[in-house]
C-alpha cells in the first residue's frame, strides 16, 4: 500500500458526460501528479501541482481540468467524454521535489460508453 | 526529444535467469531516471533510480547501468523469479519539467 488513496476504482459513464476523480496523497506530500494509463499511449503525465499551486501541465486535454485543495486533496474533472477517454488514471504523491520518490495509487478505471 | 524509447515490449525468461530492458533518451536535460514496476490492477511502484553522475547503481538482484555518452540505461534483473512477472517501466525527469516521462513498459514473465 502507497498510502496514496484514489476514489473511485471504477467509473462507468457515457460519452458527453462529466465525472470527478479524487486523489488523497501520502501524508506529508505537497505534491500531486496525474497521469494517464491507456494501452496505445502508456503512461502520460497530465498536471502537476504542488501546495496548492498548479506547477506543469503535460498534453492534457482543456476538457480535463484538475485542483488541489488546502488539505492537499486533488481532484481531476474529466467533461464532455469521449470513448477514447476510456484509461486508468492515475495520481501520484511526492515529498516535493522532481527527483523524490513518486508514489502512486491504484488509479481509478475510467470506461466510457 | 522528451520521449524515452524503451525495449523489448516483451520479455520471456526462465527462473534463475537475467532479464535486461533498455532504455534510450534523447534529451540531454534529463538527470533522473528511475525504474517502475507494476502489477496487474496496481499502480506503479519505484524500483530504483539513478542519477548520471554514476554508471551504476545495484540494490538487491536489481541493477541500473547508465551510458550517459551513449544517452541509454537500463535495468538488469539477476536470478528471475516468477514473482518478478509484471510490467516495467523506464522514466525520465528534469528539475524543469519535473514530472516522469515513461517509456512505453515492458512485460516480463518469468517462467518456472
Known amino acids: 500500500d502507497s498510502g496514496v488513496t484514489q476514489t473511485p476504482k471504477h467509473l462507468i459513464t457515457a460519452t458527453g458526460q462529466r465525472v470527478t476523480l479524487r486523489c488523497s496523497p501520502r501524508s506529508g506530500d505537497l505534491s500531486v501528479y496525474w497521469y494517464q494509463q491507456s494501452l496505445d499511449q502508456g503512461l502520460q503525465f497530465l498536471i502537476h501541482y504542488y501546495n496548492g499551486e498548479e506547477r506543469a501541465k503535460g498534453n492534457i486535454l482543456e476538457r480535463f481540468s484538475a485542483q488541489q485543495f488546502p488539505d492537499l486533496h486533488s481532484e481531476l474533472n474529466l467533461s464532455s467524454l469521449e470513448l477514447g477517454d476510456s484509461a486508468l488514471y492515475f495520481c501520484?504523491?511526492?515529498?516535493?521535489?522532481?527527483?523524490?520518490?513518486?508514489?502512486f495509487g491504484p488509479g481509478t478505471r475510467l470506461t466510457v460508453l | 526529444q522528451q520521449q524515452v524509447k524503451q525495449s523489448p515490449q516483451s520479455l520471456i525468461v526462465q527462473k534463475g535467469g537475467i532479464s535486461i530492458i533498455n532504455c534510450a533518451y534523447e534529451n540531454t536535460a534529463f538527470d533522473y531516471f528511475p525504474w517502475y514496476q507494476q502489477f496487474p490492477g496496481k499502480g506503479p511502484a519505484l524500483l530504483i533510480a539513478?542519477?548520471?553522475?554514476?554508471s551504476e547503481k545495484k540494490e538487491g538482484r536489481f541493477t541500473i547501468s547508465f551510458n550517459k555518452s551513449a544517452k541509454q540505461f537500463s535495468l538488469h534483473i539477476m536470478d528471475s523469479q516468477p514473482g518478478d512477472s509484471a510490467t516495467y517501466f523506464c522514466?525520465?525527469?528534469?528539475?524543469?519539467?519535473?514530472?516522469?516521462?515513461f517509456g512505453e513498459g515492458t512485460q516480463l514473465t518469468v517462467n518456472p
Open positions: 522514466a525520465a525527469s528534469t528539475p524543469r519539467l519535473g514530472r516522469l516521462t
Open positions: 539513478i542519477r548520471p553522475d554514476v
Open positions: 501520484a504523491s511526492s515529498v516535493g521535489t522532481y527527483t523524490d520518490t513518486q508514489y
